[in-house]
């Protein structure tokens, strides 16, 4: 078992949906990464959480140290959010295998 | 800034050939870490480094090779490609150790290895 799971593995959405992407953890962390990397394969730091809530745009992110879990959610989804989304704990960053989004418009 | 770069982007190499994968960053940042990427799994470190000089194993260290001669440049290193080796190999760049600070990541270098 992995020390970081992500859910779905694979989520396709219509434009303009709510979209949420999970990540639990098993082991201690001291704050929770999520990446995002487009098909070109470039990766891009999103946020970096250790409690609460954080925002940017369209994009929120949430974690629950209690109960080791993270999310992501996208509003008002657009198809250029089409990437893999990428969750990572750390003290020593364990990423997560990623989650696949295609946003259909 | 050109921010963190890496050479080459694409490179096919024969069993028991060697390369060195070149990560620059213009950030000025202690930290560099080389990762690998392979379907359907997540980022693996490689080999890490915390500053100038100092060059320390990940969690998929074996067949590799790195250094760290100067601040802004962190160097990987195959000996004895082997086809296990190939990957989408990812330098990264930050400030703060590890998981404390966002980490900046090149644009990767695919690796095949026949």
């Known amino acids: 078992k992995n020390e970081v799971e992500q859910s779905p593995q694979n989520l396709t959405a219509q434009e303009g949906e709510f979209i949420t992407i999970n990540c639990s953890y098993s082991v201690g962390i001291s704050a929770l990464h999520w990446l995002q990397q487009h098909p070109g394969g470039g990766i891009v730091s999103l946020f970096m959480l250790s409690s609460g809530k954080k925002k940017h745009g369209r994009l929120i992110a949430t974690i629950n140290i209690q109960e080791k879990h993270s999310s992501l959610h996208i509003t008002a989804s657009h198809p250029r959010d089409s990437a893999v989304y990428i969750c990572a704990g750390s003290n020593k960053l364990v990423f997560g295998a990623g989650t696949i989004l295609r946003v259909k418009s | 800034n050109a921010g963190v770069t890496q050479t080459p982007k694409f490179r096919v190499l024969k069993t028991g050939q060697s390369m060195t994968l070149l990560c620059a960053q213009d950030m000025n940042h202690e930290y560099m870490y080389w990762y690998r990427q392979d379907p359907g799994m997540g980022l693996r470190l490689i080999h890490y480094?915390?500053?100038?000089?100092?060059?320390a194993k990940g969690e998929v260290p074996d067949g590799y090779n790195v250094s760290r001669l100067k601040k802004q440049n962190f160097l990987l290193g195959l000996e004895s490609a082997a086809p296990s080796q190939t990957s989408v190999y990812f330098c990264?760049?930050?400030?703060?150790?590890?998981?404390?600070?966002?980490?900046?990541f090149g644009p990767g270098t695919r690796l095949t290895v026949l």
């Open positions: 480094s915390v500053g100038e000089g100092t060059t």
């Open positions: 990264a760049s930050g400030p703060l150790a590890g998981g404390r600070n966002t980490q900046y």
